[in-house]
């Protein structure tokens, strides 16, 4: 995704500048847990919980028919639904954000998820499920911790006379996109990505959205954590044993699991294995993820191209700092555009002073061709030494701008993957995440929706305007200013249409900057000599 949008910030900073240069376009104590459960048809209260009754269609195993039950622990983190039906986790709730990750089925055996499991305890922070057969006693306990986390045992028993063998697919947990695709933009599909962190480094794909066979996988790596991400929030599920195996499976179109097989065993009678997790849902919060240890915090990226990725969380980390004195996010946005503005400065002022020369130029250059139209190496000599003797550099206006590419593409990242900004309001804004929606439309336009966002259109404006600024200090001929007063009319437009559904957050930044690469156009087109 990043190198689509690198490619996207330089074709449109390259546009910009290329026609500034012709034409003068210058992110309390824990509650109670509560358990509620129904098992058949009578309600079962732990802990004095206040009663939570759920109950599905009922399901049918090997002939056999029982009804789906579902059990709710909570915290002041989570909600945490789990069913009989495997002993597996339904869905798990963020409280905070309320938000519902698309995953389920952490540490599962696939080819038990359709057994019919019973309660064997449960208390307010942990419930214990159990399955049985005439070999396998199979017991699933999972527990609420601290910091966003769960803690996972499956535990295997031979209860069965003799030997067996044990070889199973031990799932960290299955990717449901069912849950999310109605609820994410679809520009965000591409941010969904899984990770298996190795002993070597985190191997990483990206824009998980139409699943096939294709995604298959399994290899032999040393394994530290399975986990997936999208755009604020990410799933870790840690296993405690050695692992030396990963196995990626689509299951359908909409889900993907995430696991490892086992080594086999041979298990006498009475013996028991044990397959603990620890498993993280919550934001992608540095802090947080680095709680749990084990380089929780390296699911946390901008990018696969490291230095983007430096410069990146350096952004970030920036944003922290200045939200820490002040706690305005929509303030913090504004001031890191002037921070970042006047570092850059200096390279801003040498490319637009550049092209100011290079703007004034243009008449001789055009007497240059009309005289030597017959001969292009005298052409090129006439230009090179006309350069020479006015001490223009004609890639002196690029170089600075593509040095400044990284920390725009950087900030853009940040500003448009940062949880820091999901459900902020500022001014009339009441998410920095979403665009603006200063009012509703009484109709839904097409390409635009059923909102009118205000900020894009400040933004053209100023474009505009800086446009003009650039018209009235240009030296050009008939053709140069019809081109111009195309591109002036045109380019903004073309730019508010892009960024018309872009976060507010976005667009708050990328108002300022105009409104500050205006006043420095208009601060140099007042130099006749460019100097």
Known sequence: MEKRLFLAVFLSLGIVFFFQIFFGQKPTQPQPGVVTQVQGNKEVVSDNAPVEVKMTASSKQSGVAFKEELLVLKNNTFNVEFS???????????????????????????????????????TAQQVVFQYKNAEWEIRKTYTLADQNAIKAKLSVKNISAGKLSFMEDVAAFVVDLSRVDNNEHQSDWTLREYSIKTDKNVIRKNNVTQLNQKWNKEEEKKVGWFGFRNKYFCTIAQPAFGVGRYSIKALSDKELSMGTKVSSLNMSSGDVVDYDFLIYVGPQTPALLKAQGDGFEKIFAFSDWGWLDAISKVIYWALGAIHKVIPIWGICIVLISLIVYGLMYPLTLKSLTSMRKMQLLQPKIKALQEKHKKAPEKLN????????????????????????????????????????????????????????????????????????????????????????????????????????????????????FIFYQFSSGLNLYFVVFYILSALTQWNISRDKVGA
């Open 84 to 122: 009989n039906k495997g002993g597996n986790i339904v869905s798990v709730e963020e409280k905070r954000y309320g938000y519902v990750f698309p995953a389920k089925n952490y540490v599962s055996l696939p080819s038990f998820n359709d057994m019919p499991f019973q309660v064997y305890t449960s």
């Open 381 to 496: 000599q006439e230009i090179v030494l006309l350069y020479k003797e006015n001490n223009v550099n004609p890639l002196s206006g690029c170089l600075p701008m593509l040095l400044q590419m990284p920390i725009f593409v950087g900030l853009y990242q940040v500003l448009w993957r940062s949880i820091y900004f999901r459900g902020e309001p500022f001014l009339w804004m009441k998410d920095l995440s979403l665009p603006d929606r200063l009012f509703k439309l009484p109709v839904n336009i097409p390409f635009v929706g059923e909102y009118f966002n205000i900020l894009p259109i400040v933004m053209v404006v100023v474009m505009a305007l800086q446009q003009q600024i650039s018209m009235k200090s240009m030296v050009a001929d008939s053709e140069q200013a019809s081109q111009q007063k195309f591109m002036a009319t045109f380019f903004p437009i073309f730019i508010g």
